[in-house]
């Protein structure tokens, strides 16, 4: 008899914790879906898709095989975050101490994870606007291999933006370093030598093409203005 | 909008002459080579055809480290008889002065602005400082149709090779004329008369920390004188032959300032150009002759593979910036066949009209969209030079009548995606 009463003794006391978890659970879900129904209506007023399509970002997120667009995906990440927020504010409703534990800890990281985001956005809007500024400058320049020499400092600045990223996580920070200061380097060394070899030709005829222009000659014989 | 204040010197030089009927202004910077022959030829200009009215030059310095400020302020006409000119009844006073501002021919302008104003100048005119067919002669064309027409604006209209100007054929003068419906020639020719009235009114406009005091000096003014009601008049001055500011100006800076001018007057002046249809003649005066027409050697294919470069290398800035129709005909034209190359007029009509739309849009960074129009520009120029290869230039003014045309018969759908 007497564990049945200690039983119920424990479910009287925890029926309260159990309750207001419950009633954080609603409410977070609640708060969650009209945050994500002011946000769509937000995005919407401000053009959001519309800007980010001229950025790249739905072409890149087409590329990963998100069929959202750019405005529900943000959405709902946010919506999610703020499920695990209140899953894990209900558990701690209901005092179990790992949980509070790991709200800490949760708590602790969720700035790195918005800089780390804010650094990967950054890089990828920097990577897509100089890409298309050196593009531009080097079709104009006749450059050949435009398209190649703008795509590799896309690479590079993202790749760039990556480690950092990672860093700022803490994931394999070593390794991150490592692996990032021998790619960069070798790649830097590997663009030296092969231009330095197979694009000697190519950097004296593009050198003397600015000498001869600063020289007074000039390619067109007419004026353009 | 800051107050401009003259320094010191000038000040006192004006303190001196107190007014003055004419004014002339010579923008310069290391202009040693030439300035002295331009001072020459106004002094004369305004002792022939003005000698009874009291004029003034004045150089407006960008900080010269050659002898320029020097020649101006020394350099006289030590007998006019030989030019077959009166010594003028009052002497021509002759001021230099660093200006203030932003570095460029707009700053160096608003100087002039300011003396013309304090000195309560009825008729002002600017001319280049690396002028080396200059005549005495364009003073009075500059200043007559202010003094005696009534006009307030007097562009310039040069005689130039027929290939000369394809940036002002082919863009400044077609879209100037279709948007404010007048049809000056040459709206950045280098060279104007205006009234002391008008120079008072871009002197209270408060563009002189942007890109007007730097680059865009020469398209503003002709557009504001459209604009705001002013009278404006054209002038014949025959070839313009100067010192090529930079020989080694790059085509891309030259096309992004121009253009990029012309585009930021359309935000300006949108409910202007959106109720004007058609254009008007403007009146040109001077005496109009023609020279013979020396032949050049135009690297046609480099400039066509300049513009097929950019069609294989920028397709996607371009569909981001221009219409589909007009991306699939810049497609079709870039295999033309056996035939030549050939840009149609409506083509380049509708593709200038998309980049004015994107870039009021700011469908992407603006500097980008003037940068994305060279390669097609290069296209276009291609075309020009290899359909009047053998036309006289009385053709070429035919064709770019056409092209005008098609620039204000197509103003419809520019009103209606603006």
Redesign the interface.
Known sequence: MAPFLELRNHIVNILPNVFMMLVILSTGIATGLILRHVLLRLFRFIRFNEAAY?FGFSAALFKANFNQTPSMLVSNIVYGLVLVLTLLMGLTAINVSVTSAVLTRFFGWIPNVMISVFILVTGYLLSK?TG??V??????A?VPS??LISFAVQVLIMVFAVAVSLEQLGIAKNTIIAAFSILFGGLVLSLSIAFGLGGRDLAKEFLER?VK????????????? | MRKMVLNADVQGALAEIRTADIVVGIPSFNNARTIGHVVRAVKAGLAKYFPDRRCVIVNSDGGSTDATTDIVLNTQIHDYQTILVQHPLFPIHKISTPYDGIPGKGSAFRTIFRIAEELQAEACAVLDADLRSVTPEWVELLIRPVLDGNFDYVAPFYLR?K??????NSIVHPLTRALYGKRIRQP?GGDFGFSGTLASFFLSQDVWESDVARFGIDIWMTTVAICEGFRVCQTFLGAKIHD?KD??AD??A??TQ?VGSLFDLMETYHFRWKTIAGSEVVPLFGFQFETGVDS????IE?MV??FM??LF??SN?WA?LISPKHMRWLRTISDPGPGPFHFPDELWVGVIYDLAVSYHQR???RE?IL??L??LYMGKVASFVTDNISATPAAVEDGIEKLCRAFEEQKPHLIERW
């Open positions: 001229n606007f298309r500024s593009l531009l400058t080097a079709v104009n006749e435009a398209r600015r222009r600063s020289d007074g000659y000039t390619e067109h014989p007419f004026s353009h203005l | 090779h290939f000369d100007g394809t940036i002002t950045i090529p020989p080694g085509l891309e030259m096309l121009v050049v050697s135009v690297n480099r593979n300049h470069r950019g290398d920028l800035i981001s469908v992407m960074n980008h940068q994305s060279a390669p």
